[in-house]
């Protein structure tokens, strides 16, 4: 029996979070499943998704001018266009009436459906957007994993917190956490099909419950680390507020556990974090940092912060500086504020100017590149486990990876180490990356 979507060709582009990089594996596995392929360039396609963030209104400027390229291609081939994902879901109909013309508008709790709704396409538009409050099972069958050695495995779905200036749980939903032993079996399927590591992806995975028992996310991350054949072993997103003693044990006690945690503080300021609805102050925050590095004195720390939130002062912004300083992150993430549609903090007056919001960022953002140099020449002459990612384009036996503690290494090795563990010798630094060369490879 032929399959509905047999002999077409299909072209995913993803922006946003590790989420919606999963999703589009997802989405990637049930176009398969349908008989699909995917397309060598997007030229070649006969499918397009457009796999969408929603969380700043840059996200959506970037989707929108990618959507933008593809009017030259819909006037020379048939091709379906498909928006997915976040800004499928907060914008609806209004990108119906858009040029190109777009034949579907898919939310994220919806996308199951996309290789039905690419057969039955009609001459008009279609928006799926409506949401389940349960679960929806994928499976790994209907995964088309990106990366050879990295598995991303979801354990939960849309977000109850309600950050004043966070559009997610608009789009995404409530909170629906995966029954723990589908998220046991999907690391055991990766173990087997040969993944080195494995990143447990939820926009709050602390407040993870199985739907069952109850059990929560110490037990579960515990269990994960005891399935065979996964060397490392991640998490995102935790919230500061839900991060407790039982995680951070597991996360001591366990080798397979890296010592690695993304833990987004937003604002130094105590008033900035109350007026943001984050539930905790800068001092729970560095209570917590303290708890981290008691138990594991070597951990690697990541985080978001915002800058230019509604009356966010100059002291405050000061304070965000300091926290940088208090903590010692080894990467952060940054980002001015940018009011959204329905969320708390957009009925707030935006009266950080835009200059300001820019120029914050920047002294931000210097003052982080000073610190993570100083913390990256800390580990030349050091030996790293590295787990090898990818080839530099420059040749030469020359790769690129990431250690435990996820930062970016680039090394020589004297053979393809690609999906492999690597000893490497840290030469050199920059403020970004470790440079170093093979010491001794694993498997
Ligand atoms: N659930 C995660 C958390 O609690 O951090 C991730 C949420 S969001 C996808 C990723 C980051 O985007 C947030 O941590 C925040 O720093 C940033 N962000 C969210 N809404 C924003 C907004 N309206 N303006 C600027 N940055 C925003
Ligand atoms: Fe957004 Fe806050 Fe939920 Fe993260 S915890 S997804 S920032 S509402």
């Known amino acids: 029996m032929t399959k509905a979507l047999e002999g077409s060709r299909f072209f995913i582009k993803t922006f946003g979070c590790q989420m919606n990089e999963n999703d589009s594996e997802h989405i990637a596995g049930l176009l398969a499943g349908a008989g699909a392929a995917k397309a060598a360039s997007l030229e070649n ?6 796999n969408t963030c929603a969380v700043r209104a840059k996200s959506e400027e970037k989707a929108d001018s990618f959507l933008g390229r ?30 190109p013309r777009i034949d579907l508008v898919v939310g994220p709790g919806r996308y199951h459906e996309l290789p039905a709704l690419v057969a039955e396409r009609g001459s008009g538009g279609r928006v799926a957007t409506g949401r389940s409050r349960a679960w929806r099972e994928m499976g790994p069958d209907a995964t088309l994993r990106e990366d050879p050695s990295s598995a991303y495995v979801p354990i939960m779905e849309g977000c109850d917190n309600f950050c004043a200036y966070c559009v997610v749980p608009f789009v995404r939903g409530r909170e629906k956490c995966r029954p723990m032993e589908r998220v ?27 739907p069952g028992t109850g059990a929560g996310f110490a037990e579960l991350l515990d269990l994960v680390s005891r399935v065979g054949g ?57 209570e917590k940092i303290t708890m981290l590095k008691d138990l594991m004195p070597d951990i690697r720390l990541s985080t978001d912060i915002i800058v230019g939130y509604p009356g966010e002062t100059e002291a405050d912004f000061e304070e965000s500086l ?30 950080v100017p835009p200059e300001v919001k820019r120029r914050r960022l920047i002294v931000l953002q210097d003052r982080q590149k000073r610190l993570q140099l100083e913390r990256n020449r800390s580990s030349v002459g050091t030996v790293v486990r590295v787990l090898g990612t990818g080839v530099s384009r420059k040749g030469g036996g020359r790769f690129t990876g990431r250690s435990e503690g996820s930062q970016v290494v ?16 840290i030469t050199d630094c920059g403020p970004y990356s470790l440079i170093g060369e093979a010491a001794g490879t694993g498997r």
């Open 410 to 425: 680039n090394f020589t090795a004297p053979e393809d180490v690609r999906g492999r563990f690597v000893d490497v010798l």
């Open 184 to 210: 046991l079996a999907e690391v055991a399927d990766a173990g087997t099909r040969g993944y080195k590591e494995v990143q447990l992806l939820g926009q709050n995975v602390n407040s993870y419950r199985d």
């Open 322 to 351: 300091s926290a940088l300083d208090e903590v010692g992150f080894d990467n952060i993430f940054s980002f001015r504020y940018s009011p959204r549609p329905r969320t708390a903090a957009a009925k707030l007056p935006d009266d």
């Open 230 to 286: 996964i060397a490392w072993i991640r998490f995102l997103t935790s919230h500061p507020r839900d991060l407790g003693p039982e995680i951070a044990r597991v996360m001591a006690n366990r080798p397979t556990v890296c010592r690695q945690l993304h833990l987004p503080l937003q604002s130094g300021s105590s008033a900035v974090l109350g007026r943001m609805n984050r539930g905790y102050t800068r001092t729970g925050y560095m």
């Open 45 to 50: 396609s006969d499918i397009i998704i457009i």
């Open 70 to 99: 593809l009017s030259a291609l819909q006037k020379k081939r048939d091709v379906v266009i498909a928006i997915a994902g976040c800004s499928a879901q907060l914008r609806r109909g209004e990108l119906l009436r858009r040029k």
